[in-house]
């Protein structure tokens, strides 16, 4: 079956302007979280949402939101870009409640913010 | 609040040697333990994962790690390396009960030398 599809892959923007990252999960899966991943903060959880609800949020400024559709498919949006912003981002959709249920991240999407 | 910690962020070992990477965490509840793998321009892939029962828990491509609750550790070992294991690896926690949220450890860059 098809994984985790994070589009695009690469992204170039400018500092002041918005970006939004797409996410669909694996058939069946109701849950998507989503991750930064910088070298010098590590990974840090954004937000989870399921059934088109966000259930959990990390310790992230305003500027970055999502939101799920009926079909799952999450999108995450980072407004008012800073070079700070500059990352991978990762989603990972999950089939139930836990990442223990099946936990399956995504190849990522790399912004690169000059 | 959980935390994780990896000790060492660089491990370097001999092709064909014992590969040990560390991880202690913190919790205030009993949680549920991984150990990701991930290889350059990459996403996470699951090795294993601990929830209740057995504590020591087999993973894929050779990988084990046994959950010491006494010692707050989930260590990661392989017998014998191979180049192939030359990645970085992260330990991460999740509550049960607190949906799909993952906190992960700052990751450990192994290296195999030939």
């Known amino acids: 079956k098809a994984g985790v599809t994070q589009t695009p892959r690469y992204l170039i923007k400018t500092r002041g302007q918005q970006v939004t990252l797409s996410c669909s999960p694996i058939s069946g899966h109701r849950s998507v979280s989503w991750y930064q991943q910088t070298p010098g903060q590590g990974l840090q959880f954004l937000f989870e949402y399921f059934s088109e609800t966000q259930r959990n949020k990390g310790n992230f400024p305003g500027r970055f939101s999502g939101r799920q559709f009926s079909n799952s498919r999450s999108e995450m949006n980072v407004s008012t870009l800073e070079l700070g912003d500059s990352a991978l981002y990762l989603c990972?959709?999950?089939?139930?409640?836990?990442?223990?249920?099946?936990?399956?991240f995504g190849s990522g999407t790399r912004l690169t913010v000059v | 609040a959980q935390s994780v910690t990896q000790l060492g962020s660089h491990v370097s070992v001999s092709e064909g040697a014992l590969v040990l990477l560390r991880c202690n965490y913190s919790s205030s509840v009993p949680p549920y333990l991984f150990w990701y793998v991930q290889y350059p321009n990459q996403g996470l892939q699951l090795l294993l994962k601990y929830t209740t029962g057995a504590t020591l828990v087999k993973g894929i491509n050779g990988f084990e790690a046994e959950f010491k609750k006494s010692e707050t550790s989930f260590h990661l070992t392989k017998p014998s390396a191979h180049m192939s294991d030359a990645a970085e690896y992260f330990c991460a926690v999740s509550l049960p009960n607190a949906g799909n949220m993952l906190t992960f450890g700052g990751g450990t860059r192994l290296m195999v030398k030939p």
């Open positions: 990972a959709s999950s089939l139930g409640d836990s990442p223990y249920s099946g936990y399956t």
